[in-house]
């Protein structure tokens, strides 16, 4: 395979991984999920287990994608699969809605209250994620390159930690406050949570993620040594 084709390869699968996360993550965020600590840990405000929406997994890996993406295509080509990324969710959005209010067979093997239920978040979830993931993902790829201008290109895993790191930061605080504090009793949909489960949630979420942002960065390494042209730098930040 020669380089071109490997930086066409990479292209696919980086936006690919991206897409498939982010659209993963807003199907799967209404869940609350529990694990619990080893080897007798606690933390503040989460005590032994963490808990956490369940799209923190899938989202964290479209932080891994973008990082990836920025390192062998520069500033510009990560924000525009930021944002077409965005778009993509619009889409998923819109056509999960229209196969909801769209009628239902009698003879379905999913209702259609179950099928709601499972597939469509309510609004706060909507809201938060979407808010959350403007602000972040766009801080991400900034933090990234303003990074590696710092450091002349060097110290790939200083970025990789250190813009996911913060986007992480920005992502959990907006997310969590908007989704499970905010928007209920504004949408509508509920009540407000307490103040302790706020902070389990944002502690919970951010603990994961920090932690996939740090035992991620050898796969970084390995992603952008594959698809990387040898013969060619990384794209200079200055200039894309």
Known sequence: MTSEDRLAAGRVVLVGLFVTSLVTAQLTASKILMFQLPFGLSLPHTGSALVMPGAA??????????????????????????????????????????????????????????FSRVLWSSANVVVGSLLAYVVSQNWDVLAFHALRERTDGAYLWLR?????????????????????????????????????????????????????????TPFVYGVVGAFRDRGLAAPNPASD
Not at 79 to 86: A, D, H, L, S
């Open 57 to 114: 997994l899938a989202y964290a890996l479209t932080f891994f994608a973008s990082d990836c993406y920025s390192e062998l295509y520069g500033r510009r080509a990560a924000q525009v699969m930021v944002n077409v990324g965005f778009a993509m969710t619009l889409v998923m959005l819109g056509l999960v809605y229209t196969t909801i209010e769209a009628p239902v067979a009698p003879f379905s093997p999913v209702g259609q209250e179950q």
């Open 160 to 216: 990789n930690v250190g813009s996911t790191a913060t986007s992480q930061a920005i992502d959990t605080v907006i997310f969590i406050t908007v989704a499970f504090w905010a928007a209920p009793t504004f949408f509508g949909v509920g009540t407000a949570n307490s103040l302790d489960q706020i902070l389990g949630l944002l502690v919970g979420q951010y603990v994961l993620k920090l932690l996939i942002a740090v035992l991620d």
